[in-house]
T-cell receptor
Framework: AQKVTQAQTEISVVEKEDVTLDCVYETRDTTYYLFWYKQPPSGELVFLIRRNSFDEQNEISGRYSWNFQKSTSSFNFTITASQVVDSAVYFCALSEDSNYQLIWGAGTKLIIKP | GAGVSQSPRYKVAKRGQDVALRCDPISGHVSLFWYQQALGQGPEFLTYFQNEAQLDKSGLPSDRFFAERPEGSVSTLKIQRTQQEDSAVYLC???????????????FGDGTRLSIL
């Protein structure tokens, strides 16, 4: 069965600190896709990254970086030098190659204090 | 605009009324999805269209929920005889054709916050 677990319900840090959001997934497929979305208080889900199961190379985009490790079935997301505007709920999601549906984690609420 | 557009942004209805929620996807996006998101939870899949064809409606919670996309562009989610448990945010997403570059990212609208009194 497919499943996405975001064990951290809420994280609160002070601005400029680094913060890592954890995501652990379960799937039987060998081909799958992992996503991160950001949902600010305005409500819109903003796409951040898509990674397929054959590409374990870590990715960096500005202050954002993603660590994909198949050995531990994890796809963690790190924000360096956090800013107040990073405050949002962050969702990790899984899509199997055999199914277009997105399986969502419960989300992690990130609070960045000034 | 260039993004997914949903209307209305907020909708308040009395229990038993019918409501209609509209989604205008990104131009050229063949796939369209509807989700229901309860407070403090992740989105729950409702239904999926590829062009005008509704390929999956397994997530619709009851026969009071109906979705259509008659011309393969704008979609409407209709809820008949609304109940209080229907209160949630309804999100629409669109993406490029599923069969080309599989599992392309879904791009979401702002959602419609539905409150049933």
């Amino acid at each position: 069965a497919q499943k996405v677990t975001q064990a951290q319900t809420e994280i609160s840090v002070v601005e400029k600190e680094d913060v890592t959001l954890d995501c652990v997934y379960e799937t039987r497929d060998t081909t799958y896709y992992l996503f991160w979305y950001k949902q600010p208080p305005s409500g819109e889900l903003v796409f951040l990254i898509r990674r397929n199961s054959f590409d374990e190379q870590n990715e960096i985009s500005g202050r954002y970086s993603w660590n994909f490790q198949k050995s531990t079935s994890s796809f963690n997301f790190t924000i360096t030098a956090s800013q107040v505007v990073d405050s949002a709920v962050y969702f990790c999601a899984l899509s199997e190659d055999s199914n277009y549906q997105l399986i969502w984690g419960a989300g992690t609420k990130l609070i960045i204090k000034p | 605009g260039a993004g997914v557009s949903q209307s209305p942004r907020y909708k308040v209805a009395k229990r038993g009324q019918d409501v209609a929620l509209r989604c205008d996807p990104i131009s050229g996006h063949v796939s369209l999805f509807w989700y229901q998101q309860a407070l403090g939870q992740g989105p729950e899949f409702l239904t999926y269209f590829q062009n005008e064809a509704q390929l999956d409606k397994s997530g619709l919670p009851s026969d009071r929920f109906f979705a259509e996309r008659p011309e393969g562009s704008v979609s409407t989610l209709k809820i008949q005889r609304t109940q209080q448990e229907d209160s949630a945010v309804y999100l629409c997403a669109s993406s490029l054709e599923v069969n080309v570059g599989r599992n392309q990212p879904q791009h979401f609208g702002d959602g419609t916050r539905l409150s049933i009194l």
